[in-house]
């Protein structure tokens, strides 16, 4: 059974960076598209990136283009999410997630997603 464990978060300063590691047991990534999400207090849980099992297509919100580079190491079973120029209102509990799709699909839309990890705090504060 695929389980997915979230690592990285962490307290950092505004225009810090922080890479979040999104590690599978249980199952090979190789045929899942992978999304990374966050959720703010009183908020609803956002699509941030999404990369598909063939790693050819990504996706980010607008509101981290250029800023968060999503990627995948497929001989770690394990994706990235390398977070650039964090801004306060990046602070959230990051979450990844599994669809079972195949070649150069990924979706931003969280109701794709069967597989979650457990989430990882990111607090962007002076």
């Known amino acids: 059974q695929l389980q997915l464990v979230e690592s990285g978060g962490g307290l950092v300063q505004p225009g810090g960076s922080l890479r979040l590691s999104c590690a599978a047991s249980g199952v090979t990534l190789d045929y899942y598209a992978i999304g990374w999400f966050r959720q703010a207090p009183g908020k609803e849980r956002e699509g941030v990136s999404c990369?598909?099992?063939?790693?050819?297509?990504?996706d980010y919100a607008d509101s981290v283009k250029g800023r968060f580079t999503i990627s995948r190491d497929y001989a770690k079973n394990t994706v990235y999410l390398q977070m650039n120029s964090l801004k306060r209102e990046d602070t959230a509990v990051y979450y990844c997630?599994?669809?079972?799709?195949?070649?150069?699909?990924?979706?931003?839309?969280?109701?794709?997603?069967?597989?979650w990890g457990q989430g990882t705090q990111v607090t962007v504060s002076s």
């Open positions: 997630a599994a669809d079972p799709v195949s070649g150069s699909v990924c979706t931003r839309g969280r109701y794709e997603y069967k597989q």
């Open positions: 990369i598909s099992p063939s790693g050819t297509r990504t």
